[in-house]
């Protein structure tokens, strides 16, 4: 029996793969360092074979993509300056190859099958972990918290509001059966429920601020395209001079204090102030990519036994922007930043201006929420993590879904062309 080349390739006819394939990418990026090499060879075996299959319709041109691949171009040439060679060679050249099935998926993924197999996939993954996890003690803020199959109560906290994100995209957003609204409403809670035992501030705020925003952004596309940005417009103002006044009053500190937490953000500005000085060794393109975080190395090893990271791995600056610095520099710093504005701006415009775009929606909710969680996170800045996977998924995207004149994008016209 002849399996049509569609059926893997083509995003109007490959959903049942499609979902198959994204939740099973959103399982291995969970637990890819609990299953070792094999569950990232399956990762692998995902993408990366569609290319056999059409590979002009799965790897489209590159030469679209310069903006979204000039970071990780970046963070494999750091291996010829790096402070640890051997380590920026192999990582970089996993997250330029993490980067390319996450823009393979861009070209054969669309926006709602995405959406389903996340959310499909975050069942697996919170299934997995309330099944096999347990709590652990932050010996920081002397609390306990659920961590499920995680060494964090963050790593459960993100998986658990992409959970909440994209059911609320099934219910809301999507044209779906009853009886998969119902599900995605069941999964959902399951999702509200493991974030809230996490206990992760970020995740939860992240989520709050997310949906609130779309929210907003729902009731400004109740009007034409014409007068949307100038109420945007006038709502961010509107929003940025409450959030300031907020601030100012003390909002902050009331927050934190409901979960517990004080103005350090346990421990983050700490790490944020040592993360700064330490761009000073390497200011224009860095100590190379993940080249601080090595063992043996005296200001990582101090970092390390401060934080009670008895593994001496898995840490970071929590703040994609102080780690781009430190690692990547001036140069990575400016990247990392057209590659999530460059995202957030472009699906931003997109749904202002055209009488109807789902994907946009559903991508600018995404990366708002990224972008978020990038001041306290480096969830985009690692191979075979679902942060990195789903931001260069959303810039892919832009690179096929131009509307031409008569309003029809690039994968229907392809599709009508066959």
Not at 293 to 314: D, K, N, P, S
Request: proline fraction near 2%; include cysteine; hydrophobic fraction near 55%.
């Amino acid at each position: 029996m002849r399996v049509a080349k569609a059926s893997f390739v083509s995003p109007e006819r490959n959903f049942a793969y499609g979902v198959v394939a994204v939740s099973l990418s959103v399982f291995v990026f969970a637990y890819s360092t609990r299953f070792g090499p094999a569950a990232v060879l399956a990762y692998y075996a995902l993408w990366l074979p569609l290319v056999l299959i059409d590979y002009r319709r799965v790897l489209g041109n590159y030469a679209r993509y310069h903006w979204i691949l000039a970071f990780g171009v970046l963070a494999c040439l750091s291996t010829f300056w790096s402070l640890a060679p051997g380590t920026s060679a192999r990582a970089s050249v996993q997250y330029a190859t993490h980067i390319v099935c996450a823009l393979i998926a861009a070209r054969v993924i669309g926006a709602r099958t995405l959406s389903f197999g996340i959310l499909a996939g975050a069942a697996l993954v919170l299934a997995y972990s309330f099944a096999f996890g347990g709590y652990h003690f932050d010996p920081l803020d002397g609390t306990y918290s659920f961590v499920g199959a995680f060494s964090s109560k963050n790593q459960l906290g993100f998986y658990a509001s992409l959970g909440v994100y994209f059911a609320f995209v099934a219910v809301f957003l999507l044209d779906a059966a009853v009886v998969t609204r119902l599900v995605a409403t069941a999964i959902g809670g399951v999702s509200a429920y493991a974030l809230v035992a996490s206990q992760s501030a970020t995740s939860l705020i992240g989520i709050v601020l997310t949906l609130a925003a779309m929210a907003g952004m729902r009731a400004v596309l109740l009007f034409s395209p014409a007068a949307r940005k100038v109420l945007f417009i006038a709502l961010a103002i509107v929003a940025t001079g409450g959030i300031v006044v907020a601030l100012n009053a003390g909002a902050l500190d009331a927050v934190l204090a409901i979960f517990g937490k004080d103005a350090t953000l346990t421990g983050r500005t700490y790490l944020w102030s040592e993360g700064l000085a330490s761009i000073a060794q390497a200011p224009v393109l860095g100590v190379g990519y993940q080249g601080y975080w090595v063992q043996g190395f005296a200001e990582a090893e101090r970092l390390w036994a401060e934080f009670y990271i008895a593994t001496r791995t898995g840490f970071h600056f929590h703040n994609t922007y102080i780690e781009a610095l430190v690692e990547l520099g001036a140069v990575g710093f400016a990247l990392i930043c057209v590659l999530i504005g460059g995202v957030l701006f472009a699906h931003l415009g997109r749904l202002l201006s055209r009488a109807s775009d789902q994907a946009a929606y559903v991508l600018f909710g995404l990366a708002l929420l990224l972008l978020i969680r990038s001041f306290v996170e480096v969830d985009i800045l690692y191979p075979y993590t679902i942060g990195s996977f789903l931001i260069y998924y959303a810039a892919g995207q832009l690179t096929v879904r131009h509307a031409n004149v008569h309003g029809r994008t690039d994968t229907e016209l392809l599709v009508a062309a066959r």
